[in-house]
């Protein structure tokens, strides 16, 4: 994948390339919603798949959860802090909002994916014209 800053910071957008030819290729921008206090991820595929995340920062790891496209499912996606420039995403798919903290009942999405090129974010504050939170 390649993550870039957007807007003067205020958004964050990946372009995201499947492993190995598995899966639509897709482009994310995330953004911290200063209304409701939460991340949020607009995700769409080559498919034509969309997914609207939310969600926040918790021991350190940032979880995001939707509705899946089409189902009753949900998704999780969570990023681990790997160093200043990598994160460790894991995928989680659940149709009974089972994410367990040892991920009885979630089942992986695809494989686990070491993005690079990208710093974990921090905690808000205010950049420029928009509230965000810093990729340091």
């Not at 926040?56 to 420039?85: C, H, K």
């Not at 995403?89 to 494989?111: N, V």
């Not at 090129?117 to 921090?122: E, T």
Request: with cysteine.
């Amino acid at each position: 994948s390649i993550v870039e800053s957007q807007l003067g910071g205020c958004v964050i957008q990946e372009h995201w390339l499947p492993l190995a030819g598995r899966g639509p290729a897709g482009k994310s921008f995330n953004i911290y919603n200063s209304v409701t206090k939460q991340w949020e991820q607009y995700y769409v595929d080559a498919r034509g798949t969309i997914t609207h995340y939310t969600g926040a920062f918790r021991d350190g790891n940032l979880y995001l959860e939707a509705d899946q496209f089409g189902t009753t499912n949900r998704i999780r996606m969570t990023f681990f802090n790997q160093g200043p420039t990598q994160v460790r995403q894991l995928g989680q798919l659940s149709s009974d909002d089972g994410f367990a903290s040892d991920d009885a009942g979630a089942a992986k999405l695809g494989e686990e994916r070491e993005e690079r090129g990208a710093q974990v974010v921090g905690s808000p504050r205010r950049r420029g014209g928009c509230i965000g939170r810093s990729w340091k």
